[in-house]
Every structure is written in structure tokens, then in C-alpha cells.
């Protein structure tokens, strides 16, 4: 008889593809269980681990990203082993994995963008909101990029934490970024920026607004910035004002906002303008640059169902722009090899457990995060998500046959990668870079100085190998 997985003498074989929260906290979930023997290696795109917490958490929300001392723990565990620098799909496949792991969880998240799907989107100057996030944070896929941030006037459509991010990064003094994080070449760019105002559009109202309580009131402390909203634009509708007796986050929002249009203007040097109920419907070129939007005002509509809809009133504006950024939504991309849902951007799955051909479940292959539930909620709501998924994990391990005893050798992945000659990269190396960053930093009195190239991150990796 065929020893138990998870065992002594047959541990659970976990494979994890991506280093983000979602795959941390499905490690760590894992290693959790009392009575589960279990050996976990998680494959990450780039060097550096962390995911959205190092590439996407703004450079001065430096509080947030304190939760990679829980990621550390679980990558110190003796028996997780971190390999970066390996491209799934490309250094190891789909059928490597399932054949030297028992389990497979894609923790992938979800990095593309939903278009807006309008005339005129895709002239120069035209960006997802993700692509700029990416370039500020030293992402080595968008640090270059190029910016023209020679007008005075930039406009983000969406009004979710991700389009405040960016307001408040365009808006901000850079001697305050320059306390921080941020990448070098965003901080130099944006310190001969001349942009003086950031408009941002969203397409309900005020109460629908999807930004949290500590995003806004952030808007209301920046240094030499004032928020201006029309205070037309604060006066709800009654199913909206009526709707706040249950939403305390929206509720304190639309206060925090009243209190902005009561103050006005004071003359700051730059703004942050707030409109709602607005719809971009056409970007204007000029040169084949971006020149202006024309957006079209809104009226809620209550829907069948209760929800409020943003329904076009035939009345237009236009406002010049030198550049958009469009924060409207998010979806994955497909990896090779597993399954894709291309109508919902994410890995099709039920409880986690990844199926093809909607009721096909395929043995041992699971799915967290982002790629699992689309993109929602934030770093947190990894957590208990990761949890449900290693439930479904945990509840299948008795119906999983489970990997051949000739391929348990732990050894035979890294066999596998030096074979095709991948310079992968291991937690201890990463800690080698991590310490080069936060020394780097610590000379300017920053947390620390990214590297934002691939080849610079491993040079200095190879040279403290040494």
C-alpha cells in the first residue's frame, strides 16, 4: 500500500508559481497544518520577491509593505526553497512541474489592463494606470519608459486606490518622494515634471466611490496640494444618500469629501481635482499625442437588481491633457499550459481547484489570489483566500496518487534548471540584493535604493555569491 502524502516518509511535494502575497500566504497556510510533512518551491518571474507589495504599493505607504517580515519567515522555513529569476513557460513548463510535484498552486495575479474601449486610446500618452505604477516602483519591465510630464494637466479615469496612487504620486512634492523608496529615474523625472493639476474621473457618484478612508484623507494632508470638488458634485441622490446608513467606508468618504469642497481653493501650487460622474467617451490627438479627452456627464439610474448605473445624459465637455492614465480594471493573462477564462481574466476553478472545459477538474492543479477571484479587495484578502484554497488542497490529498518515489528527489529541479542553464536565484541570494538596496539607502537616509534592472540585480547577486 502506497504511503500517505504529506508523510514522514512521503512528504507533499508543493510547487507555487508566483511570489506575491497570494502565494506567500498559501505557503504559509501550508506549513500551518500540525500533522503535514510538506516541501514547498516557489518560482518567481523576477529576482525579487514580494510581488504587488515591492512593484505595486506606492513608494510612500511604506507602513504597508512591513507585511514582507511574515514573507520572510515563511521563505527562511527550512523547508520552503525560493527560485527566482525562472520564467514559467519558458525555464520550466507545465509538464515539469507536474512531474516533480505532487500539488501546483498559480499565485500569477492579474497585471494586464482592462481598456476603456474609446476612440483615441491608444495615441501616445495614453496609459494604464499599471504601467506607470510599475515605472515609479523600479518594475524592470517599465523602468524605461518614458513620461512626458511637460504639461500641466493630467487626467485619471477610475477612482479605485490604484487611481489614487497615481494622483498622489503626480501630485506630491518630489523632496517628499525623494524620503522614500521610489525609483531613482521616476524621481528625477518628476522633479522637472510640470504637471499642476490631476483630474480624476469616476463614472457614479461619490458614494460608489471604490478608494478607501485612509486613500482620501491622505489627499487632504499633502504638502502644497489642494482638493478641489464641486460641491454640486456632493449632492446625492436618495437612493445613494440612503445607501451610507450601511457603508461606513462610504459614508466617511463622502464626509471627507464635503469637508474638500467646503475648503476649496487655497492657492496651493498644485491640485488634485475630483470629479464624479463623468465618462470619457473620446481622446483627442494632436500629432498623434494625446491633446484632450471629452467626457460625457452621467445620471444614475437604479437597476432591477438595486444596484445604481452610470447611464450617458447626452451632455459633453472636454478637457485638455497632456496625458491619461486609466485605472478602470484589471484581468490575468494566460500562462502556458493551464487552463484561461478569457470572458473573466482569470484561472478557471472551483474552490480553487483549477478545471478545463468548465466541468473538468485537473488532480493537483490549484489557483489563489487574483488569478483565482479577479482583481479585488487588498493585500490582506490574499490571506483567507490562500486559506481556502489550501483547504480544497488538504481535502483532495487523499484521491491524489501523488508523484512516483524516483521523482521526489528535491534535487531534481535544480538539476532540471542548471541543465538549461537558469541562473536562478535563491532566497539567501535575494537576501544578498535586499541588503545592497537597504545599504544604498540608508546613505541617503531612504529605506532603501531599488535596482530596476534585471542584469544590475544579478550582478550584485553573483558577486556576493562569492
Known amino acids: 500500500m502506497t504511503e500517505q502524502l504529506g508523510t514522514a516518509t512521503r512528504p507533499l511535494r508543493v510547487a507555487i508559481v508566483g511570489a506575491g502575497p497570494a502565494g506567500f500566504y498559501a505557503a504559509e497556510a501550508l506549513l500551518k497544518q500540525k500533522d503535514l510533512v510538506v516541501h514547498i518551491d516557489m518560482f518567481n518571474r523576477l529576482p525579487t520577491p514580494y510581488g504587488l507589495v515591492r512593484e505595486g504599493v506606492a513608494p510612500d505607504h511604506q507602513s504597508i509593505k512591513a507585511v514582507t517580515r511574515v514573507y520572510d519567515k515563511v521563505a527562511a522555513t527550512p523547508n520552503v526553497r525560493y527560485f527566482g529569476n525562472v520564467i514559467f513557460g519558458r525555464d520550466i513548463v507545465h509538464e515539469d512541474v507536474k512531474q516533480l510535484y505532487d500539488q501546483v498552486v498559480y499565485a500569477v495575479g492579474a497585471q494586464s489592463d482592462r481598456k476603456m474601449g474609446i476612440t483615441g486610446e491608444d495615441l501616445d500618452g495614453s496609459f494604464p494606470a499599471t504601467i506607470f505604477v510599475g515605472w515609479y516602483n523600479g518594475h524592470p519591465d517599465y523602468r524605461d519608459l518614458e513620461f512626458n510630464l511637460s504639461h500641466e494637466r493630467v487626467l485619471v479615469v477610475g477612482n479605485g486606490n490604484v487611481a489614487m496612487d497615481v494622483a498622489r504620486i503626480l501630485a506630491t512634492d518630489p523632496d517628499d518622494l525623494a524620503k522614500t523608496d521610489i525609483a531613482d ?8 515634471s510640470k504637471v499642476r493639476e490631476v483630474v480624476m474621473l469616476g463614472r457614479r457618484g461619490p458614494a460608489q466611490a471604490a478608494f478607501t478612508n485612509p486613500e482620501l484623507k491622505e489627499f487632504g494632508e499633502l504638502n502644497g496640494v489642494d482638493v478641489i470638488i464641486d460641491p454640486t458634485d456632493i449632492v446625492l441622490d436618495e437612493v445613494s444618500e440612503a445607501s451610507l446608513s450601511d457603508d461606513k467606508t462610504a459614508r466617511r468618504n463622502v464626509e471627507l469629501m464635503r469637508t474638500y469642497a467646503e475648503r476649496g481653493t487655497t492657492g496651493a501650487s498644485r491640485r488634485i481635482v475630483m470629479k464624479f460622474l463623468v465618462s470619457p467617451v473620446g481622446v483627442i490627438g494632436s500629432g498623434g499625442r494625446v491633446a484632450a479627452v471629452t467626457m460625457e456627464h452621467n445620471d444614475l439610474k437604479q437597476a432591477a437588481d438595486g444596484s445604481l448605473r452610470a447611464i450617458g445624459s447626452g451632455k459633453y465637455e472636454t478637457h485638455q491633457c497632456g496625458m491619461i492614465l486609466r485605472s478602470v480594471g484589471y484581468r490575468g493573462s494566460p500562462i502556458p499550459g493551464v487552463p484561461f477564462s478569457d470572458s473573466s481574466g482569470t484561472i478557471p476553478n472551483v474552490a480553487g481547484r483549477v478545471f478545463h ?20 479587495g487588498i493585500i490582506g484578502t490574499n490571506k483567507p483566500d490562500s486559506v481556502s484554497t489550501v483547504s480544497s ?28 542553464r537558469v541562473d536562478y536565484v535563491s532566497y539567501n541570494d535575494w537576501q544578498i540584493l535586499d541588503a545592497h538596496e537597504i545599504a544604498a539607502g540608508a546613505a541617503q537616509g531612504r529605506p532603501r535604493v531599488k535596482e530596476t534592472r534585471v542584469a544590475e540585480m544579478m550582478k550584485i547577486i553573483r558577486a556576493g555569491r562569492g
Do not use: C, F, Q, T
Not at 529615474?185 to 522637472?192: G, N, T
Open 185 to 192: 529615474h521616476a524621481l528625477e523625472a518628476l522633479r522637472k
Open 393 to 420: 488542497m488538504l481535502e483532495d490529498l487523499a484521491e491524489i496518487e501523488g508523484i512516483p518515489d524516483e521523482k521526489r528527489d528535491l534535487n531534481l529541479i535544480e538539476d532540471l534548471l542548471r541543465a538549461r
Open 357 to 376: 472545459n468548465r466541468d473538468e477538474v485537473l488532480p493537483g492543479e490549484y489557483v489563489v489570489g487574483w488569478a483565482k477571484r479577479g482583481p479585488s
